[in-house]
């Protein structure tokens, strides 16, 4: 079964960082697109960023770029976003995501196969 699991939300106040991470079990995504989602109360899911199998090519959102910094370590089978100077608008709950292709294709911003439960970010003002 397979199972991603997100750690490291939590509170903190505008113009602070926080770092995400993913442990996938049950099967390996080295060789996999993976990638984040959010979504913020009452509001629809919305991309975040994603990183194909080896790391080599990165897609972010827009309202993202130069905050966000997506990474992953094959070895551990774990996907990590480091958030950077973050703003009240980042709360959300932050999804990890994973799916079966191995090069990056626009359709992945709309969705991916499978997803964790996710962890909750506070920011405050």
């Known amino acids: 079964q397979v199972q991603l699991v997100e750690s490291g939300g939590g509170l903190v106040q505008a113009g602070g960082s926080l770092r995400l991470s993913c442990a996938a079990s049950?099967?390996?995504?080295?060789?996999?697109?993976m990638g984040w989602f959010r979504q913020a109360p009452g509001k629809e899911r919305e991309f975040v960023a994603a990183?194909?199998?080896?790391?080599?090519?990165?897609y972010y959102a827009d309202s993202m770029k130069g905050r966000f910094t997506i990474s992953r370590d094959n070895a551990e089978n774990t996907l990590y976003l480091q958030m950077n100077s973050l703003k009240p608008e980042d709360t959300a709950v932050y999804y990890c995501?994973?799916?079966?292709?191995?090069?990056?294709?626009?359709?992945?911003?709309?969705?991916?196969?499978?997803y964790g439960k996710g962890t909750l970010v506070t920011v405050s003002s």
């Open positions: 990183i194909t199998w080896s790391g080599a090519n990165i």
């Open positions: 049950g099967r390996t995504f080295r060789n996999n697109v």
């Open positions: 995501a994973a799916d079966t292709d191995r090069y990056l294709l626009p359709t992945h911003q709309k969705g991916m196969a499978y």
